[in-house]
T-cell receptor, first 117, second 114 residues
Framework: GAGVSQSPSNKVTEKGKDVELRCDPI?????LYWYRQSLGQGLEFLIY????????KSGLPSDRFSAERTGGSVSTLTIQRTQQEDSAVYLC???????????????FGEGSRLTVL | AQSVTQLGSHVSVSEGALVLLRCNYS??????LFWYVQYPNQGLQLLLK??????LVKGINGFEAEFKKSETSFHLTKPSAHMSDAAEYFC????????????FGSGTRLQVQP
């Protein structure tokens, strides 16, 4: 696609349920990032993929959070046993190269808004 | 600790007035710096970026930012605000080459009054 696509755009779930959020990055982008944006907060880094591997998953807040990326493309962020504090907008971004010495521009999706009741 | 700080969570200006959004970073080496804008119900989009080529960086929609190493700042400015500039603005930096992700500030919501 032309841009980063995320689904679902909105998800309401009950506390304790598992949720999966999907990100389809821009074709050819090797780097993929997940961030979380809570009300009134900035963007909180969750995890970074380069290809299918995740060299930096230091931002995952607990072991209830996991993510995978397959085929160097689509990524899924899974939250198990959701809690109310997980309510936030989950943003995915991709980049033609990873950040570091020469960081690439991040291209963001519109996000998945998660509400845990 | 390395960080990105945006002073002022909300800024309100009149249409036609100067826009100044402040960003300071804390880093042992000058990082790459970015400003992103987020319009309501949309993802973030890049306004401009500093990658050491020039200290004054021009971006889209008439915005520009100046990197000042002595002040560890990268403030965003626009000479004349337009109603369409109302949005949330995020400063971001690559603070540590060992950390493969940008660090974002907490954001500044810009309100433009008619």
């Amino acid at each position: 696609g032309a841009g980063v696509s995320q689904s679902p755009s909105n998800k309401v779930t009950e506390k304790g349920k598992d949720v999966e959020l999907r990100c389809d990055p821009i074709s050819g982008h090797t780097a993929l990032y997940w961030y979380r944006q809570s009300l009134g907060q900035g963007l909180e880094f969750l995890i970074y993929f380069q290809g299918n591997s995740a060299p930096d998953k230091s931002g995952l807040p607990s072991d209830r959070f996991s993510a995978e990326r397959t085929g160097g493309s689509v990524s899924t962020l899974t939250i198990q046993r959701t809690q109310q504090e997980d309510s936030a907008v989950y943003l995915c971004a991709s980049s033609p190269r990873g950040t570091g010495v020469r960081p690439g521009e991040l291209f963001f999706g519109e996000g998945s808004r998660l509400t845990v009741l | 600790a390395q960080s990105v700080t945006q002073l002022g969570s909300h800024v309100s200006v009149s249409e036609g007035a100067l826009v100044l959004l402040r960003c300071n970073y804390s880093s042992s080496v000058p990082p790459y710096l970015f400003w992103y804008v987020q319009y309501p119900n949309q993802g973030l989009q890049l306004l401009l970026k500093y990658t050491s080529a020039a200290t004054l960086v021009k971006g889209i929609n008439g915005f520009e930012a100046e990197f000042k190493k002595s002040e560890t700042s990268f403030h965003l400015t626009k000479p004349s605000a337009h109603m369409s500039d109302a949005a949330e603005y995020f400063c971001a930096a690559s603070l540590d080459t060992g950390r493969r992700a940008l660090t974002f500030g907490s954001g500044t919501r810009l309100q433009v009054q008619p």
